[in-house]
C-alpha cells in the first residue's frame, strides 16, 4: 500500500495568512492527488482533484501542486470558514489512501 | 444535485453483524464506483470498499477483508455494506462515496458503535 505523509498534523493561522500543507507518498502516484476539507461533524468535501484542478464551487484561494512523490495544498488569505480539517488522498493505486490530516485553527 | 443517504447504523455487541445501506439520487449511479470510508472518533479517514460500477470487481482493506461485503442494487440505486464479526475497533462514522477513484462526493454518514 502507498503511505501518504502529511504534515504538518495542525497549523495555526490568522485570518489573511496563506497557509501550506504537504503529503509525500512513499512512491510515485502520477499526481493522482485529491484534496480534501472537512469541518466539525461534517462530511469530507473535495476541493482538490488531480493534484491542481478546483472543482466547481471551491474559492480560488486554495491551490495545489506538486509531482512525482511530493505534493502540496495552500490557502491563501486564509478565511474564518476555512477553519477546518483537511486530507490528502493517493488515487493512483488500490487501494486508496489518506494522509492523516492536518487541522487548522486560528491564532 | 447529488445526494448520498446512509442509513443502518447503530450500537451493537462485539461479534455481530450489522448492514448499512446508501441510497443514491442526483446521477446516474449505475454508471459510477462506489466506495464506503469511515472515520474513528476523533481520527483521521480510512477507505475501506470499493466496488465497480457493475459489480464485477470488489477491493477491500486488510482491516475487514473477510468481514465485510459490499454490493449494490443498480435498479434501487442502493450500495450496501454487510458488516459480520464486529469487533470493538470497527466503531466509526461510515461514510459512502460516488467516484470512480478519486471520491467526489459523500453521504453525510452513519454511526456504528460496537460496544458491550
Known amino acids: 500500500d502507498i503511505q501518504m505523509t502529511q504534515s504538518p498534523p495542525s497549523l495555526s493561522a490568522s485570518l489573511g495568512d496563506k497557509v501550506t500543507i504537504t503529503c509525500q507518498a512513499s512512491?510515485?502516484?502520477?499526481?493522482?492527488i485529491a484534496w480534501y476539507q472537512q469541518k466539525p461533524g461534517k462530511a469530507p468535501r473535495l476541493l482538490i482533484r488531480y493534484t491542481s484542478t478546483l472543482e466547481s464551487g471551491t474559492p480560488s484561494r486554495f491551490s495545489g501542486s506538486g509531482s512525482g512523490r511530493d505534493y502540496s495544498f495552500s490557502i491563501s488569505n486564509v478565511e474564518s470558514e476555512d477553519i477546518a480539517s483537511y486530507y490528502c488522498?493517493?488515487?493512483?493505486?488500490?487501494?486508496?489512501?489518506f494522509g492523516g490530516g492536518t487541522k487548522l485553527e486560528l491564532k | 444535485e447529488v445526494q448520498l443517504v446512509e442509513s443502518g447504523g447503530g450500537l451493537v455487541q462485539p461479534g455481530s453483524s450489522l448492514k448499512l445501506s446508501c441510497v443514491a439520487s442526483g446521477f446516474t449511479f449505475s454508471s459510477y464506483n462506489m466506495h464506503w470510508i469511515r472515520q474513528a472518533p476523533k481520527k483521521g479517514l480510512e477507505w475501506i470498499a470499493l466496488i465497480y460500477y457493475d459489480s464485477s470487481n470488489k477491493y477491500y482493506a486488510d482491516s475487514v477483508k473477510g468481514r465485510f461485503t459490499i454490493s449494490r442494487d443498480n435498479s434501487k440505486n442502493t450500495l450496501y455494506l454487510e458488516m459480520n464479526s464486529l469487533r470493538s475497533e470497527d466503531t466509526a462514522m461510515y461514510y459512502c462515496?460516488?467516484?470512480?477513484?478519486?471520491?467526489?462526493?459523500w453521504g453525510q454518514g452513519v454511526m456504528v458503535t460496537v460496544s458491550s
Open positions: 512512491q510515485n502516484i502520477n499526481k493522482y
Open positions: 462515496a460516488k467516484g470512480d477513484w478519486e471520491l467526489d462526493y
Open positions: 488522498l493517493q488515487y493512483d493505486n488500490l487501494p486508496p489512501t
